[in-house]
Nanobody, 124 residues
Framework: QVQLVESGGGLVQAGGSLRLSCAASGRTFSNFAMGWFRQAPGKEREFVAAFSWSGGSTYYADSVKGRFTISRDNAKNTVYLQMNSLKSEDTAVYYC?????????????????WGQGTQVTVSS
């Protein structure tokens, strides 16, 4: 089992920045690969960013590439999502998730464990 707790969401003006954190407990990062997803009202949950199985590579949705950065601190069992140059269309509930290492990074169905989500609202 893995427990995930997100924090760091809030209200920010367009062009601003936020850093989301995801603290994991239970089984360690070595057994799972981590990712971030988001879901806006009335929309499907969509992929934002993720680590590869090895952790050596990162992947991003085209909509956030160049603005968002996923990172992690293994000693703290924490994954981060640094979000810069935020836009109103980034408004959503953001979730971190953990998937077994042999699954694909971009499909939320491949993730077994989810946090409760944190709201990010970008005002224009």
């Amino acid at each position: 089992q893995v427990q995930l707790v997100e924090s760091g969401g809030g209200l920010v003006q367009a062009g601003g920045s936020l850093r989301l954190s995801c603290a994991a407990s239970g089984r360690t990062f070595s057994n799972f690969a981590m990712g971030w997803f988001r879901q806006a009202p009335g929309k499907e949950r969509e992929f934002v960013a993720a680590f590869s199985w090895s952790g050596g590579s990162t992947y991003y949705a085209d909509s956030v590439k160049g603005r968002f950065t996923i990172s992690r601190d293994n000693a703290k069992n924490t994954v981060y999502l640094q979000m810069n140059s935020l836009k109103s269309e980034d408004t959503a509930v953001y979730y971190c998730a953990a998937r077994p290492r042999y699954r694909n990074y971009g499909d939320h169905h491949d993730y077994d464990y989810w946090g409760q989500g944190t709201q990010v609202t970008v005002s224009s």
